[in-house]
């Protein structure tokens, strides 16, 4: 094999549909050489052989010179659609793993090693190979969007020439998609309410489906940029996670859920009593009935509660007396679970010697329960009586402002009091612990593909979570107007079609994140894809898609001018947002926008031209079902084209058989 086909098969292997909008980390040894090189009667000598060789348009006599050749202005060059330096990257990541007498960080003698170069050789032009790792990002988030997973460039600060291709070898692709799930759920880690980062290295190291290898990153506090790396990793897992578990059985039924109890706190200073109730959190969409549930040795439901915002429930309430449901009696120390029918719904409280509550004021809530602390936030923290004497040691020396409360209301053994804030780590329980690392989130706002794609009149908010030192993020430059703790908003105007990049200076390393934002279009024809009525499509006698020609028609200045209000729709009954009374944060794509003309038409428009597929889902239902269904039943509309009106009917269809 030449080098532009190992180059080829090495894109195919890594980046292709059974990744979409995943992370794609390039973890790669002789044996996956030899794998993807099997088909063609090659192996790892021949891929080193071909990557030393190059594209015949290259003349370094350096291979970081080849692969910088390689990569500049390929895309100008090449009439290919992905990068043709993929497989240095991947020699380099190759030669980061390779066994032999060597330092844990020592990189250049082993990539000289690999290519079989004296070991005084001077390996130039390696400083510029980030320029590659961070094309290819942009490659795989801005360009391609996702379509063929997601690429991050992470390593920073004095690792950010070699971290790169280490930080491919952090973490297998076995531990990733197997181990992992299965620990999430074993020890109740919640994407909604993120463990610390203490937390994710106890259980990680604890768990034996995880590699000494792995676990040596994790532990070694010497290299502590290729932990955090590997720590940011399983925190994208987690965030990406469905609650669907991996490889790790057990003989409980909660091995089948993902729903965790929440704790939840009115404390009444005047009578100086603490009142506990209780709720459901969970990643999946709560049913429309109510949840009920049953206490271990009880033969009937007890206790029922139904979805209040996001992913938490209402408080849970007794059937018998329909009033709240008092927390205090559940076993705190040792957890204890409440079981519903359906296993999935089946939920648990995970036990612990601390528990740490914080402000709950977006979900109605006084206080509730948080898995971590961070700086700078005022907390509630209730404690066994196991750990009393290093949980108050702790308090008075290193949090602001301690004062102890009463301990009416509390389960026998447990006491409570209140910080304004902690200054400085717990030195043994990992709960109380501050962050390891900061990360910039992207919170609400209206996407219009998946991705961080979103619609230019609703963009995302900016939340700086972890170890954050009172930092002010910038977006594109531009200073953030403030709307809360750790939130912003964008301030002024910013560029439509173009990455919108958010910095955050944290030592010596910037943490970044990039989103668009894109003006609503009307497809005039449908998209790029040829499809038949019903929306699916159109393939050759080859298997291949066939392509129809369509315009895109920028509907700015009618959305301005022309429309009262537009109603998203999406493809699961329930998913649906107005504008602009209603601009809520959603994680869906809409399929539909049914815009309100000034003479009171409504005429419906396919909107999110990155939608694989387009018919309705059928047998789910979210909370807004009935408003769902109220489009496609209720509202007159008139279709601007007939392959708009079959999928349209399809829509009807499954909207009259709610």
Not at 132 to 137: C, G, I
Not at 357 to 362: A, N, P, R, V
Not at 454 to 461: D, G
Not at 562 to 573: H, L, Q
Request: with cysteine.
């Amino acid at each position: 094999m030449n080098y532009s086909k190992w180059n080829f098969e090495i894109i195919r292997y890594f980046f292709n549909r059974s990744v979409a909008h995943k992370e794609v980390i390039i973890f790669l040894d002789e044996n996956v050489i030899n794998e993807i090189g099997k088909p063609f009667d090659a192996d790892v000598n021949d891929f080193i052989q071909a990557v030393k060789e190059g594209p015949n348009f290259t003349d370094s006599k350096h291979i970081c010179g080849k692969a910088y050749q390689t990569f500049l202005g390929w895309r100008r060059r090449s009439s290919q659609n992905y990068p043709p330096y993929i497989a240095y990257l991947a020699l380099f990541v190759l030669a980061a793993g390779i066994d032999g007498e060597f330092s844990s960080s020592a990189y250049y003698p082993r990539l000289k090693k690999i290519l079989d170069l004296p070991h005084d050789f001077n390996i130039r032009y390696f400083d510029r190979m980030p320029e590659l790792w961070h094309d290819l990002e942009k490659w795989t988030r801005q360009e391609k969007r996702g379509r063929y997973g997601y690429f991050t460039a992470r390593i920073q600060g004095h690792w950010r020439y070699v971290g790169m291709p280490l930080s491919q070898l952090l973490i297998t692709k076995a531990e990733r998609e197997e181990s992992l799930p299965g620990i999430f759920a074993k020890y109740g880690f919640d994407a909604k309410d993120c463990p610390s980062e203490h937390e994710l290295i106890s259980a990680l190291v604890e768990s034996p489906q995880i590699r000494s290898k792995t676990k040596a990153f994790l532990t070694n506090m010497k290299e502590t940029y290729l932990r955090n790396t590997l720590l940011e990793i399983v925190m994208a897992e987690l965030e990406q996670w469905e609650g669907i578990n991996g490889e790790i059985e057990t003989e409980s039924s909660l091995n089948k859920s993902n729903a965790r109890l929440v704790l939840c706190i009115k404390y009444d200073e005047f009578s100086e009593r603490a009142l506990f109730t209780l709720r459901v959190r969970s990643t999946r969409e709560f049913p429309d009935e109510d949840l009920e549930y049953r206490r271990l040795n009880e033969t009937e439901s007890s206790l029922f509660c139904f979805q209040s915002i996001d992913s938490i429930s209402s408080n849970l309430i007794s059937l018998k007396d329909q009033t709240n449901f008092n927390a205090s009696k559940l076993d705190w120390l040792n957890g204890e679970t409440l079981f519903h029918n359906d296993p999935w719904w089946t939920a648990k409280l995970y036990g612990a010697t601390v528990r740490v509550f914080t402000s709950g004021q977006q979900y109605g809530i006084e206080w509730i329960e948080v898995q971590r602390v961070e700086t700078g936030t005022p907390y509630l923290i209730c404690h066994h009586s196991s750990v009393a004497s290093t949980v108050l040691k702790w308090a008075q020396t290193h949090c602001l402002s301690y004062q102890q409360l009463s301990s009416i209301g509390l389960p026998v053994g447990w006491y409570i009091f209140k910080v304004e804030k902690i200054l400085q780590s717990h030195p043994i329980l990992n709960k109380l612990k501050l962050p390891l690392l900061c990360n910039i989130k992207l919170d609400g706002g209206i996407k219009s593909s998946r991705g961080n794609f979103y619609l230019s009149f609703a963009p995302p908010n900016i939340v700086v979570e972890g170890n954050w030192e009172g930092q002010q993020p910038l977006a594109n430059g531009k200073e953030l107007e403030s709307i809360g703790i750790r939130k912003w908003r964008l301030l002024g105007t910013f560029p439509k079609q173009e990455p919108i990049t958010v910095e955050l200076i944290v030592s010596e390393n910037v943490k970044r994140t990039t989103f668009n934002l894109e003006e609503p279009r009307i497809l005039s024809k449908y998209f790029a894809f040829k499809r038949d009525r019903f929306g699916k499509k159109c393939i050759d006698e080859n298997g291949n898609s066939i392509f129809d020609s369509f315009n895109d028609i920028d509907i700015k200045c009618f959305l301005q001018k022309n429309s009262k209000k537009i109603i998203y729709v999406g493809r699961v009954p329930g998913q649906i947002s107005k504008w602009p009374r209603e601009i809520e944060p959603i994680s869906w794509e809409p399929v539909w926008a049914i815009l309100n003309t000034p003479d009171g038409r409504w005429i419906p428009q396919l909107v999110g031209n990155q939608a694989e597929e387009l018919l309705p889902i059928q047998n789910q239902k979210l909370k807004d079902w009935k408003k769902w269904r109220k489009v496609f039943r209720v509202i007159p509309v008139e279709l601007p084209i007939s392959i708009v009106n079959e999928l349209w009917n399809a829509y009807k269809r499954e909207a009259d058989r709610l």
